[in-house]
């Protein structure tokens, strides 16, 4: 389970998490997907996140990167955390 589409700014978005963190414990996904308008913006583009906003595309790598963890598929996290190098450049997510 993951939280999708969320503005962790709100006071609504952060009791959501807490209760789901709560309820579901340890399969609740660590990773937040978090509110943008750029997924539309890119989805009506045709544009994929990494490619329009890798920023907000690291959300989506950091939940894969769990995912595979998850599933013991460490031979796939040293392509992942490349692609991750390569297209969020360190620091980037920080001007979300």
Not at 34 to 46: D, G, H, L
Not at 60 to 87: H, N
Request: charged content about 30%; glycine content about 4%.
């Amino acid at each position: 389970m993951c939280l999708n589409i969320a503005n962790m700014r709100t006071k609504h978005a952060r009791q959501t998490l807490e209760a789901l963190r709560e309820r579901f414990g340890d399969k609740l996904f660590r990773t937040v997907i978090r509110q943008s308008i750029a997924y539309a913006e890119s989805a009506e583009r045709a544009i994929p996140i990494l490619a329009y906003r890798p920023d907000r595309g690291q959300d989506y790598l950091s939940l894969a990167s769990e995912i595979l963890r998850r599933l013991g598929k460490q031979d796939l996290l040293e392509p992942l955390d490349t692609l991750s190098a390569e297209v969020v450049p360190a620091g980037a997510y920080l001007r979300a």
